[in-house]
């Protein structure tokens, strides 16, 4: 079967691979779709040090069930189309235990810590799957993965209508979170430093939109907010300048939740996150946030292909994402397309 692998940094192509056999307890899927995401680019350069090398790229997966155990919990049968959730946790530590397995002391990501599912099949712990309905689209099944992870991070927070959410970084994970803050009855203050961005995020019915090159990011959040300042602030960037940012953003008395990964350490004023009686909580992949993603996209109350760049093969695959590195500001979402 075809698969698009890494055998090392720098160095993507389209292989021919022996199509997987399940184990106990594995289903065997059909792969009808995957998004291609930041993830797998930091994995093509080389700068996620949580990846192994050879390595088979792709995590946002749909398809179609080819085996499964009959007497799998959810009760799939051959001919289902599923969604995969692709964080794998071991159940047996401390925050397995209390349900929080994305959280999981030895959680491997598909892609990055074992074999990603961008191939024509994948193998996939049977109740590690998600009934998608039967009318939605291959493309748009792909993009729920990057949904559950903004919707994490939205939930971290407690997000409630009627409140300001300041989202940092308008790439897909803070646009995501900004139309589902909007979703939520929420207001979205989105912040940037790209005005395209920006602009691109004001037509998916972003609220407020924030260059915070071009003008003072606290000044206008305190008008837009009435003085009261963001009672959420969800950081998508991952820049430490944005992390440090966050708590003149944050109300008192706020939420702070961080979902973008910094390559290194941010020094922060702890007397503020005192003083203001902060919460800041990290924000890790997703768990049991699956359902509601492909609820909001099947009722399009988040209109998840309005970020869709475009589709391609499998063929074009290993190219696209040479050209996604070199040119990333042309790009939101791709997504490999199977089946047309
Ligand atoms: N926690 C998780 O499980 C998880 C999952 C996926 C992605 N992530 C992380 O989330 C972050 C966002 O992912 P993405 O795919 O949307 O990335 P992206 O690179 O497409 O978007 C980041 C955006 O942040 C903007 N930015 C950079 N510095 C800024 C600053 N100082 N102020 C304001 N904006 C700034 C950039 O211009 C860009 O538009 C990344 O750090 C990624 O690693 C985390
Ligand atoms: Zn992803
Ligand atoms: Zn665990």
Request: proline share 6%; hydrophobic share 35%; aromatic share 6%.
């Amino acid at each position: 079967m075809k698969a698009v692998n890494l055998e090392k940094p720098w160095n993507i192509s389209l292989v021919n691979k022996e199509k997987p056999v399940p184990g106990p307890g594995e289903a065997l899927i059909r792969i009808m779709s995957a998004g291609i995401c930041g993830s797998d680019i930091g994995a093509f350069r080389g700068t996620n040090t949580l990846v192994s090398y050879p390595r088979t790229i792709g995590h946002e997966l749909a398809g179609i069930v080819e085996e499964i155990p009959e007497d799998n919990p959810r009760g799939f049968k051959p001919g289902d189309k599923v969604i995969i959730d692709p964080y794998l946790y071991c159940g047996q530590c401390y925050p397995c235990s209390i349900g929080r397995t994305n959280c999981c002391t030895d959680l491997r990501v598909l892609g990055v810590q074992t074999e990603g599912g961008m191939a024509e099949y994948y193998c996939h712990p049977a109740d590690m799957l998600i009934r998608m309905p039967a009318d939605m689209s291959w493309t748009d099944a792909a993009m729920a993965e990057p949904l559950t992870i903004s919707l994490h991070g939205i939930h971290r927070g407690g997000l409630k209508a009627g409140e300001y959410c300041a989202i940092i970084g308008a790439g897909p994970i803070g646009l995501l979170a900004g139309m589902i803050a909007e979703a939520y009855g929420a207001h979205a203050i989105l912040l940037d430093l790209v005005q395209e961005r920006l602009d691109f995020a004001k037509e998916l019915g972003v609220e407020y939109t924030i260059n915070s090159k071009e003008e003072d990011p606290i000044e206008r959040i305190r008008q837009i907010t009435k003085g009261t300042m963001a009672q959420q602030v969800m950081e998508c960037s991952g820049a430490n300048a944005a992390i440090r940012s966050a708590l003149d953003y944050v109300s008192h008395a706020g939420r702070i939740t961080l979902t973008g990964w910094p390559k290194t350490e941010t020094p922060l004023p702890t007397d503020m996150i005192t003083r203001k009686e902060i919460d800041i909580r990290g924000a890790r992949t997703s768990a049991g946030e699956f359902e509601e993603a492909i609820d909001l996209i099947y009722t399009k109350k988040v209109d998840i292909t309005k970020i869709l760049t475009r589709t391609i093969s499998i063929d074009e695959a290993p190219d696209t994402v040479r050209d996604i590195e070199k040119n990333p500001g042309s790009y939101m979402k791709v997504v490999v397309n199977m089946c047309d």
